[in-house]
Nanobody, 113 residues
Framework: QVQLVESGGGLVQPGGSLRLSCAAS????????MSWYRQAPGQERERVAR????????DYADSVKDRFTISRDNAKNTVYLQMNNLRPEDTAVYYC??????WGQGTQVTVSS
């Protein structure tokens, strides 16, 4: 059974940081590129970061470049999203996905004072 379980979301003040984790099971994690997406109320889902299967290549949405960092640990079947200098407009439900084939249930991130 494929599972992607996100954790690490919560409420943070503007300028703060959070680290999201996504633990994978039920498929060969190291063979899949992994991505983080987010969806704010009333908006379309957007991809914010992607990392290649071996971790050697990453790319980011312009809106998060230089603030967010995606990484992975293939020994732990886990992908991370370090989010720094958070802004209110980063408020959304964050999802991890494996090649857009498998999806997690999402974790809420709220940036507010």
């Amino acid at each position: 059974q494929v599972q992607l379980v996100e954790s690490g979301g919560g409420l943070v003040q503007p300028g703060g940081s959070l680290r999201l984790s996504c633990a994978a099971s039920g498929f060969t994690f190291r063979q899949y590129a992994m991505s983080w997406y987010r969806q704010a109320p009333g908006q379309e889902r957007e991809r914010v970061a992607r990392i290649s299967s071996a971790g050697g290549s990453t790319d980011y949405a312009d809106s998060v470049k230089d603030r967010f960092t995606i990484s992975r640990d293939n020994a732990k079947n886990t992908v991370y999203l370090q989010m720094n200098n958070l802004r209110p407009e980063d408020t959304a439900v964050y999802y991890c996905a494996a090649n857009s084939r498998y999806w997690g249930q999402g974790t809420q991130v709220t940036v507010s004072s």
